[in-house]
């Protein structure tokens, strides 16, 4: 095959890094206040990616108790260096930045090394051909959304920051807001400078600067912005391109991986792939398409992964310092007093929506012993923007949950025990099925992104809580079938 499609992983997978060991390539994004965290994806032609597991599996290393939705953790940064993979991220609401590492990018990894400065965000390292290391990010100046970029030596030994810190940047348009995501290159003797500003969403944009010293001064590319989608509108295919991270192959050609959206927007942010040329010494990026020509490479597909519960792409909100769950091909969860409406870990286990006409089925086998109790299936974006197609005591029931509140779409007496609840998406519109009749219609508007003010995309997910009080009762659900229409 000559061509690839766009987006190279669907769903919600914002600011993705890369780096490149050989002939192989390692990929991170961001997963906010999902647990795992950090989803590493390898692949060995560019377009063909399997999902070896998450950076940070283990609740000793990701404390997300209490945080916000659009908290947690934002983008990773991946590189590798004499034999050991480094990602650095950032711990929002928390401690901060922080730094892991592994020899195997399959895991394990270290616990956190906690770095500190927690007003700054969007670390990255650049490991110099002179032996030294620099850390970047970025952090903001005031409340109008202006920022800048700085640097400091790091210290690999003392894992620790080091020496004096250097302003490098602060956008390339005047008056630029949310110049963030920056990643430092030394290419042909000159460090080059990418960055993205104007926010995430439509008017996203990709710049680039160099210098002679990694230090700066940095000049600003002529050509800049040398990405963005913002001037073909809303309704383009492709919008809110940015945050991209460069990764050149073994044969010498040049890529981009990066974010963008595909309207109407209840993926979120996904990882795209595009090709990058240079002219008079700057990386020239020529847009984002739906369908591009492949990289210069074997092509190389990897073998279908069984979709089971205990697999990695399932995901839960918030830490689980208690495990709630029994997964295999069957999931059972256990009904707790943590609801999906609380800033909490409710029992509920999760995956990324990636298509934006698809259908599901799942059977639940559950009969609630008290008022309260109840478990389904849910498509959720955040704690106050959700669907829940739900049983309860005596009731199924249809719940669109907008800016946090709830209003009731549909219901229909049930006697509980065993059923069937399936949803059907095209778009903004979900239809809701019970026992294969139909239960109701929603529109789907609470789940964008934007409408919810959320970084991510929505999530598929299977719940159960006891409503505020502790319950023995638990809930059995079959193996979901998830498909694209």
């Known amino acids: 095959m000559l061509t690839f499609e766009n987006p190279i992983l669907p769903g919600s997978h914002p600011d993705p890094s890369i780096c490149r060991v050989g002939a192989d390539y390692y990929l991170v994004t961001s997963t906010f206040v999902w647990f795992p965290g950090l989803p590493i994806y390898h692949s060995r032609d560019l377009v063909n990616w399997r999902l070896l597991g998450h950076v940070l599996d283990r609740p ?50 270290s616990e956190p090394v906690w770095l500190g400065e927690p007003e700054s965000f969007d670390p990255s390292l650049l490991f110099d051909d ?145 090709p990058v040329r240079w002219e008079d010494g700057w990386p020239v990026i020529t847009g984002v398409q739906e369908v591009e020509t492949r990289p210069a490479l074997p092509e190389h597909r990897w073998p279908a992964e069984p979709d089971r519960f205990d697999g990695p792409q399932w ?37 990324r929506l990636q298509h934006r006409h698809f259908a599901a089925f799942v059977t639940l086998d559950f009969t609630p012993a008290a008022a309260g109790e109840c478990a ?39 006697a509980g025990g065993r059923v069937t609840l399936a949803v059907e998406a095209h778009d903004l519109t979900f239809d809701f099925r019970l026992d294969g009749t139909a239960l109701g219609r929603v529109d789907g508007e609470v789940l964008v992104a934007t409408a919810a003010d959320s970084f991510t995309g929505a999530y598929l997910g299977l719940y159960a809580t006891g409503g505020g009080r502790p319950s023995t009762t638990t809930a059995h659900f079959s193996p979901v079938d998830y498909r694209e229409l």
């Open 60 to 109: 000793s290393q990701l404390p997300l108790d209490g945080i916000r939705a659009n908290g947690g953790l934002y983008a990773p940064t991946i590189r590798h260096h004499d034999g050991v993979f480094y990602v650095v991220c950032t711990l929002v609401d928390g401690p901060g930045n922080f730094l892991v590492t592994a020899t195997d990018p399959a895991g394990p990894w």
């Open 130 to 274: 002179d032996g030294r290391v620099w850390f970047h990010a970025a952090r903001v100046m005031d409340k109008d959304g202006h920022t800048q970029v700085w640097l400091r030596e790091f210290d690999l030994e003392a894992a620790a920051l080091v020496g004096p810190e250097h302003v490098l940047w602060e956008g390339a348009m005047r008056d630029a807001v949310w110049a963030e995501g920056p990643h430092l290159y030394r290419i042909d003797g000159r460090y080059y400078l990418l960055a993205s500003e104007g926010g995430t969403a439509e008017d996203h944009a990709v710049c680039v600067a160099r210098a002679d010293q990694v230090t700066g001064p940095y000049e600003g590319s002529p050509r800049n912005p040398v990405l963005t989608h913002r001037h073909l509108g809303r309704n383009h295919p492709i919008t809110s391109t940015g945050h991209a991270d460069l990764v050149q192959t073994q044969d010498g050609d040049w890529w981009a991986v990066l974010l963008a959206v595909r309207p109407p927007g209840t993926l979120g942010r996904e990882t795209f792939l595009t």
């Open 315 to 351: 995901s839960v909100f918030r830490t689980p310092n208690e495990r709630f769950w029994q997964a295999g091909d069957g999931l059972v969860l256990e009904l707790r007093p943590e609801t999906l409406t609380e800033r909490a870990c409710p029992s509920m286990v999760a995956r």
């Open 376 to 414: 389904g299936l849910v498509l959720l974006q955040t704690d106050d923007h959700q669907i829940r197609c739900e049983i309860t005591l005596g009731v199924a029931r249809l719940i669109r949950r907008a800016a946090g509140v709830d209003e009731l779409i549909a219901e229909r007496p049930v």
